[in-house]
């Protein structure tokens, strides 16, 4: 019925805790945006990891059946399929343990860099933020006194080097027109005339 009218506090109030709901929400994005990558980073790295092993498996199956069937006729042979066999299977192991600590280590490195931009990013959101709250509290940002005193010493540094030059000049520019002056004067002598 009656429109009620929100003093300016009352809108800055109001404003204020939009930004801080904003940027609590970005922050809130931005490492849950990171937490999604590092997992997705892993994940696929897991993968690679288990299809290498899983390979290695097939191969060493397989090559331990032909073993298998060639000792039936010669067991000598067979001792000498099996030996290799191991050698190979052992080789094969050893390939698919380098591969998958290789890429466990990269998925590391890229989780550590998408943490730490997600860290950047939430160290801003929070001072943002932080700020915001301290807007609502009513709290000012405090003033730099250092740089007010630096550029206050800085500013009385270059007037009195502007003023020493000043009256360096002024002293300067009295002399000249003082030997100026004495050598354009007219020495005028009375002369009497005795008429």
Do not use: C
């Not at 300016?8 to 990171?34: C, I, K, N, P, V």
């Not at 466990?104 to 860099?113: D, E, F, I, L, Q």
């Not at 807007?135 to 250092?146: D, E, T």
């Amino acid at each position: 019925m009656f429109a009620t009218r929100k003093s300016q506090t009352e809108r800055t109030t109001a404003q204020a805790w939009e930004y801080l709901s904003a940027a609590m929400a970005t922050a809130g994005e931005a490492a849950r945006d990171a937490g999604k990558q590092a997992a997705t980073t892993a994940d696929r790295a897991g993968r690679g990891t288990q299809e290498l092993a899983d390979r290695a498996a097939r191969r060493s199956r397989r090559l331990a059946d032909r073993s298998q069937k060639l000792v039936g006729d010669v067991s000598h042979r067979g001792q000498e399929l099996a030996d290799r066999t191991s050698r190979r299977s052992r080789k094969l192991a050893a390939k698919a343990d380098k591969r998958s600590q290789k890429l466990a280590r990269k998925a590391s490195k890229k989780g550590h860099k998408v943490a730490g931009r997600a860290s950047g990013v939430a160290d801003e959101a929070w001072s943002r933020a932080s700020a915001a709250a301290n807007a609502l509290a009513g709290q000012k940002p405090g003033r730099p006194w250092g740089l007010i005193a630096g550029f206050g010493l800085l500013g009385l540094a270059l007037g009195w080097a502007a003023a020493t030059t000043a009256r360096a000049a002024v002293e300067r520019e009295a002399e000249n027109e003082q030997v100026e002056l004495a050598e354009t004067a007219l020495v005028v002598t009375p002369t009497y005339d005795g008429k």
